[in-house]
C-alpha cells in the first residue's frame, strides 16, 4: 500500500471553510493535550483565556486594541501573498512606519492634530513602502529571494529603530530606559471615550474595502492575480511583470507602514525599543488563515487579538505566555497541513 497525492481539479466553498475552522479544532486540540500533560487544567485555562478576552467591555475593547495592528499587519502581506510573493518583513516595515512618523512629530510636534496625524500617516507609508520597495526591486530586477531580503531587513529596521531611541532621540526623563520623548497630544490618535480603542479601526475597515475592490474588480488587481498564477503567462499576455512585483511589494510595505505610525500614535504615543509585539509576523498567520479574503482578515485579526488578550489573562493563574506562541504555531501548521490536502486528494494505491 502507498499513498499518493492527487491534484484536486476545483475547490469546493465546503473545503475552503472547513479547512480553516479545522486548523483552529485541531490547535486547541494539541494546546489542550499539552497543558494536560503539563499538569495543568485545559478547560479552566481555556476559561480563563475566553473571559480574558470577552469578560467585560473593557477587555472586548483591549481585544480590539490588538486586533488593529494585526489587521493591518494581516492586510498588509495578504497584497504580495496574492502575487505569490512572500513578504516576511512586515515587522521591519511596521517599525519604519513608526520610526517616520516620530520623526514627524520630533520635527513638527507643535502643528495642530488635522495637520500632523495625516503628515505623520504619509510618512509612515513611505518609509514602509521604501522598506518593501527594497526587497521587491531586488527580485523583479535580478530574481533575488525576496523572502530572505524582507525578512532580514527586520532586523535592520528594528536596530534603526534602538539606535535612535538608545542615542540621538533618547528621552533624558525617561530614567535611562529606551524612550523618546512621549508625543504632544495633537500627535494622539482619537480614541473612543472610555477605552483605548482608537480611529485605527476606521483605517483598517477602509484598507480592507479598498483592497478588496482594487484586487477584485480592477485591471491591476487582475493582472496581479494572473501574475500570481503564472508569470510566464503574464508576460505573454504583455502585463508588465517586473513594474507590478515592484509596485505591489511597495504597497505591502507602505500599508505595513500606517500600522507602525498607528501604533505609537495610538498606543504608545512615543517611540520605543518595543513598538510591535510580532504583529508583523503574526500577519502573516491571519492572512493565511484568511485564506487573504481582506473582509476575513478583519474577524481572523480580531480572533488573534482575543489570543493575544487571553494570553494575558491565563498569565495570572500560572500558565506561560508561551502557551499563546505555541497555540499560534500549531494554528500556522494545521493551517499549511490543510493547504495541501485542500489542493490535493490523497490517493491509496497498491504496490505492485
Do not use: C
Not at 486547541?28 to 478576552?53: D, Q
Not at 533624558?172 to 500627535?187: Q, T, V
Not at 480592507?208 to 505573454?236: D, F, H, N, P
Not at 500556522?332 to 497541513?337: E, K, R, T
Amino acid at each position: 500500500m502507498r499513498l499518493r497525492l492527487v491534484r484536486r481539479n476545483n475547490d469546493s466553498w465546503l473545503i475552503k471553510v472547513a479547512v480553516p475552522i479545522a486548523s483552529i479544532l485541531l490547535a486547541i486540540l494539541v494546546g489542550w493535550i499539552f497543558l494536560a500533560l503539563s499538569g495543568y487544567e485545559a478547560a479552566e485555562t481555556y476559561r480563563r483565556m475566553f473571559y480574558g478576552a470577552f469578560g467585560s467591555a473593557y477587555n472586548i475593547s483591549e481585544t480590539i486594541v490588538k486586533a488593529i495592528p494585526l489587521a493591518l499587519a494581516g492586510l498588509a502581506v495578504s497584497v504580495a501573498f496574492r502575487m505569490k510573493l512572500w513578504n516576511i518583513g512586515a515587522e521591519g516595515q511596521l517599525y519604519m512606519g513608526a520610526f517616520a512618523a516620530g520623526g514627524v512629530v520630533m520635527m513638527l510636534g507643535d502643528w495642530p492634530s488635522i495637520l500632523l496625524l495625516p503628515l505623520m500617516m504619509v510618512a509612515g507609508f513611505i518609509a514602509g513602502a521604501l522598506w518593501g520597495f527594497i526587497p521587491g526591486v531586488l527580485r523583479a530586477l535580478w530574481n533575488v529571494n525576496e523572502t530572505i531580503t524582507s525578512l532580514l531587513l527586520n532586523y535592520v529596521a528594528i536596530a534603526w529603530v534602538g539606535f535612535w531611541v538608545f542615542g540621538p532621540w533618547k528621552d533624558p526623563n525617561a530614567m535611562g530606559f529606551p524612550l523618546a520623548p512621549r508625543f504632544p497630544e495633537a500627535a494622539y490618535l482619537p480614541v473612543i471615550p472610555g477605552s483605548r480603542v482608537h480611529i485605527g479601526i476606521l483605517v483598517a475597515i477602509l484598507v480592507a474595502i479598498v483592497l478588496y475592490i482594487v484586487l477584485k474588480y480592477t485591471r491591476w488587481g487582475y493582472e496581479v492575480r494572473v501574475t500570481g498564477e503564472s508569470q510566464e503567462a503574464a508576460r505573454y499576455a504583455g502585463m508588465d511583470v517586473a513594474k507590478n512585483i515592484i509596485l505591489v511589494m511597495l504597497i505591502s510595505g507602505g500599508i505595513a507602514g500606517i500600522t507602525g505610525m498607528i501604533e505609537v500614535s495610538g498606543i504608545t504615543h512615543r517611540l520605543q525599543q518595543d513598538i510591535s509585539a510580532g504583529y508583523g509576523y503574526t500577519g502573516i498567520i491571519v492572512a493565511w488563515l484568511a485564506r487573504l479574503n481582506p473582509f476575513a482578515i478583519l474577524l481572523v485579526a480580531f480572533l488573534f487579538g482575543a489570543l493575544l488578550v487571553g494570553g494575558f489573562g491565563v498569565q495570572t493563574y500560572g500558565i506561560p505566555y508561551a502557551i499563546v506562541l505555541m497555540l499560534q504555531g500549531a494554528v500556522l501548521f494545521f493551517l499549511l497541513a490543510g493547504e495541501i490536502m485542500m489542493k490535493n486528494r490523497v490517493i491509496i494505491s497498491r504496490e505492485d
